[in-house]
Nanobody, 114 residues
Framework: QVRLVESGGGLVQSGGSLRLSCTAS????????MGWYRQAPGKQRELVAT???????NYADSVKGRFTISRDNAKNTVYLQMNSLKPEYTAVYYC????????WGQGTQVTVSS
């Protein structure tokens, strides 16, 4: 069983920055894949970025060059540094972890005002 707790969302102006954090509570030492997805109102949940325990990353084209995902395996924590934010990035951001199956956090709201 894996429990994910997110933090760091909020309201920011266009062009600003936010940093999301997500810590996984688990009896296992290291989780395989972790990452972030987002869901805007009226839209489907979509990939933002993922990172493996070995540090390999994958980004959605829309955030490449603006977002950076990183993790601390010892803490089972994943981070998402979001820079140059745009209003279209407004969404609920969900932490994701995969350990034999997928787990999701409760979501954290990110609102970017124009």
């Amino acid at each position: 069983q894996v429990r994910l707790v997110e933090s760091g969302g909020g309201l920011v102006q266009s062009g600003g920055s936010l940093r999301l954090s997500c810590t996984a509570s688990t009896d296992y030492y290291t989780i395989n894949d972790m990452g972030w997805y987002r869901q805007a109102p009226g839209k489907q949940r979509e990939l933002v970025a993922t990172i493996t325990s070995g540090g390999s990353t994958n980004y959605a084209d829309s955030v490449k060059g603006r977002f950076t995902i990183s993790r601390d395996n010892a803490k089972n924590t994943v981070y998402l540094q979001m820079n140059s934010l745009k209003p279209e990035y407004t969404a609920v951001y969900y932490c994701y972890a995969h350990l034999y199956r997928s787990y999701w956090g409760q979501g954290t709201q990110v609102t970017v005002s124009s």
